[in-house]
């Protein structure tokens, strides 16, 4: 398995989760890292990255000041803590790895995804 995600469950709004994916060494050398979600009846949706090139992060603007991503170079893992969550975060989390030069927030720009984890938050 070159990418495994886990820490998805059930939440309340308002409260935290952190996600993780642990990745084989050669996936995680991939110059980006991402976090992609689905909801039901929904397209896959950009949620945040970062780059091993240079550390810039990005984020989709629905989760800026809210959800942050890591990466720790050592455990070849990646993070995303998710903080004052909402119905609206509910789906499947996917973490993917993209080669170099691509737009990170394009779900087709990554050639390797993890199985997901659900995140449900209830109101």
């Known amino acids: 398995v070159q990418l495994q995600a886990s820490g998805g469950g059930l939440v309340q709004a308002g409260g935290s989760l952190r996600l993780s994916c642990a990745a084989s060494?050669?996936?995680?050398?991939?110059?980006?890292m991402g976090w992609f979600r689905q909801a039901p009846g929904k397209e896959r949706e950009f949620v945040a990255a970062?780059?091993?090139?240079?550390?810039?992060?990005y984020y989709e603007d629905s989760v800026k000041g809210r959800f942050t991503i890591s990466r720790d170079n050592a455990k070849n893992t990646v993070y995303l803590q998710m903080n004052s969550l909402n119905p609206e975060d509910t789906g499947v989390y996917y973490c993917?790895?993209?080669?170099?030069?691509?737009?990170?927030?394009?779900?087709?720009?990554?050639?390797?995804w993890g199985q997901g984890t659900q995140v449900t938050v209830s109101s």
């Open positions: 993917a790895g993209s080669p170099p030069y691509r737009s990170v927030r394009s779900a087709s720009s990554y050639d390797i």
């Open positions: 060494r050669r996936t995680f050398s991939r110059d980006c």
């Open positions: 970062i780059r091993r090139s240079d550390g810039i992060l």
